[in-house]
């Protein structure tokens, strides 16, 4: 089956821990997409990246950090400089030049005790 | 930075009816796409429209446009029990050096009565 994952799903936090989530994808997929969501609110990019080895920040990304070493895996690790990490977290991927439709993982929500 | 504002926020409908959401946007576009999300689950894509075109059809969805007011509707007709969920625009904008992002609004909640 071809798609995009993430783990876990459920995920606790103490407050002073960096946690990382993961995200893999077997889509064949060149740009992949971190992004937050609140209750009751859209989705806010933390980070993306178009290729290999490269990556930006995108809207909040302070308190977060991100790895492209192989084009599948784009994990996202949650510092103890990010304030108020408690959210939805979702993993996304497109393809370079189809419209940037993207396919959005199961999500990993993350929650700081 | 949020881009598209669906309108309404949330939406109560009956089974059989249709339902309407609008969607509204700040810059210019290469196409804007509507996603649906479950509760608790990722977004899946549902219709993509490109800036040059007003009107497209998917099943029991229809998309429009209207570039020249930035705004967008999705309609989804003879609405079922399952079409409860979340519904998100989601813009393409043009950018200096094309910059693949998406910029997504709030979302829409729908809820169909059985």
């Known amino acids: 089956d071809g798609g995009i994952t993430q783990s876990p799903k459920y995920l606790f936090r103490k407050e002073g821990q960096n946690v990382t989530l993961s995200c893999e994808q077997n889509?064949?997929?060149?740009?992949m997409y971190w992004y937050r969501q609140d209750p009751g609110q859209g989705l806010r990019l933390i980070y993306y990246s178009q290729i290999v080895n490269d990556f930006q920040k995108g809207d909040i990304a302070e308190g977060y950090s991100v790895s492209r070493e192989k084009k599948e895996s784009f994990p996202l690790t949650v510092t103890s400089a990010q304030k108020n990490p408690t959210a939805f977290y979702l993993c996304a991927s497109s393809n370079r030049g189809a419209y940037n439709e993207q396919f959005f993982g199961p999500g990993t929500r993350l929650t700081v005790l | 930075s949020q881009q598209g504002e669906e309108d309404p926020q949330a939406l109560s409908i009956q089974e059989g009816e249709n339902a309407t959401m609008n969607c509204s946007y700040k810059?210019?576009?290469?196409?804007l796409q509507w996603y649906r999300q479950n509760s608790g689950r990722g977004l899946v894509h549902l219709i993509l429209?490109?800036?040059?075109?007003r009107e497209k059809h998917s099943g029991r969805l229809r998309v429009t446009l209207d570039t020249s007011k930035k705004s967008s509707s999705l309609l989804i007709t003879a609405s079922r029990a399952a079409d409860t969920a979340s519904y998100f625009c989601a813009t393409d904008p043009i950018t200096q050096g094309g910059s693949e992002k998406l910029v997504f609004g709030k979302g829409m909640k729908l809820t169909v009565n059985p």
């Open positions: 429209i490109r800036s040059n075109e």
């Open positions: 810059t210019s576009i290469n196409n």
């Open positions: 889509l064949n997929h060149d740009a």
